[in-house]
């Protein structure tokens, strides 16, 4: 249904109780925790959007995106992403995803590069509805290797559905991409707005990844059946 080139994408991934996440997941989707904790995840990056492979959106070619998701598992014995929320700022991508019930908002976004004065890779953005949903995020990234990947982190990024709820009934967008090259980085600071119960960052305790980016293929929607 559509292809895309991710770049720059990080996850900000922190542990939540999982009564408090249990609450914003619609049945018949059930919380896939670890441990019995279940994970929130903020990802920012930058996308193109191309229907049927070929077509651009219109719009900028290339926009930020950036999306906060938990873990879940399906009555059918699937598990992959459900969205609390996806920030983008072309405007018909946006309007894509709305078709599909997803929650997709307008949002001002930016993604800056390290520099001399600031040896950081950074993501901010605020929702454009609002202007109180947001985020600024700062990640020390090692850009000369390359980390494996640990049980943890196949959990949090290893992931190749989304599902969401139209016309009453549960569907399921599948992903195929490349595997992630992901790298060891470093949350430098980390303020958000756009899961208030958290405290407004991402602590102590939270999993960063950073990895320059895949080709991905998103398949049409799939209805989910149990048994």
């Given at each position: 249904?559509?292809?895309?080139?991710?770049?720059?994408?990080a996850f900000v991934h922190w542990p939540?109780?999982?009564?408090?996440?249990a609450?914003?997941?619609?049945?018949?989707?059930?919380?896939?925790?670890?441990?019995?904790?279940?994970?929130?995840?903020?990802?920012?990056?930058?996308?193109?959007c191309?229907?049927?492979s070929?077509?651009?959106?219109?719009?900028?070619?290339?926009?930020?995106?950036?999306?906060?998701?938990?873990?879940?598992?399906?009555?059918?014995?699937?598990?992959g992403?459900?969205?609390l929320?996806l920030?983008?700022t072309?405007?018909?991508?946006?309007g894509?995803?709305?078709?599909?019930?997803?929650?997709?908002?307008?949002?001002?976004?930016?993604?800056?590069?390290?520099?001399?004065?600031?040896?950081?890779?950074r993501?901010?953005?605020?929702?454009?509805?609002d202007?109180?949903?947001?985020?600024d995020v700062?990640?020390d990234?090692?850009?000369?290797?390359?980390?494996?990947?640990?049980?943890?982190?196949t959990?949090?990024t290893?992931?190749?559905?989304?599902?969401?709820?139209?016309v009453?009934?549960?569907?399921r967008?599948?992903?195929?991409?490349?595997?992630w090259?992901?790298?060891?980085?470093?949350?430098?600071?980390?303020?958000?707005?756009?899961d208030?119960?958290?405290?407004g960052?991402?602590g102590d305790d939270a999993?960063?990844?950073?990895?320059?980016?895949?080709?991905a293929?998103?398949?049409?929607p799939?209805?989910?059946?149990?048994?």
């Amino acid at each position: 249904m559509v292809r895309q080139e991710w770049r720059k994408v990080a996850f900000v991934h922190w542990p939540v109780a999982a009564d408090r996440l249990a609450a914003l997941v619609p049945e018949p989707l059930s919380l896939d925790t670890r441990d019995g904790v279940a994970w929130l995840t903020l990802s920012p990056f930058s996308t193109t959007c191309q229907m049927f492979s070929t077509i651009p959106v219109p719009g900028p070619r290339r926009f930020p995106e950036t999306n906060l998701r938990t873990y879940v598992e399906a009555p059918d014995g699937t598990d992959g992403l459900y969205f609390l929320s996806l920030d983008v700022t072309n405007r018909s991508n946006a309007g894509l995803g709305r078709l599909l019930r997803l929650p997709y908002h307008l949002g001002d976004m930016v993604i800056e590069e390290p520099t001399p004065e600031s040896p950081y890779v950074r993501y901010a953005g605020v929702r454009r509805a609002d202007r109180v949903a947001a985020y600024d995020v700062r990640l020390d990234v090692d850009a000369a290797s390359t980390g494996g990947a640990g049980a943890l982190d196949t959990y949090l990024t290893g992931r190749w559905s989304a599902y969401f709820h139209a016309v009453g009934r549960l569907f399921r967008c599948d992903v195929e991409h490349e595997p992630w090259p992901l790298r060891p980085a470093h949350l430098v600071s980390c303020h958000q707005t756009l899961d208030p119960g958290s405290g407004g960052r991402a602590g102590d305790d939270a999993v960063v990844h950073y990895a320059a980016g895949v080709s991905a293929k998103l398949s049409w929607p799939i209805p989910v059946t149990s048994g």
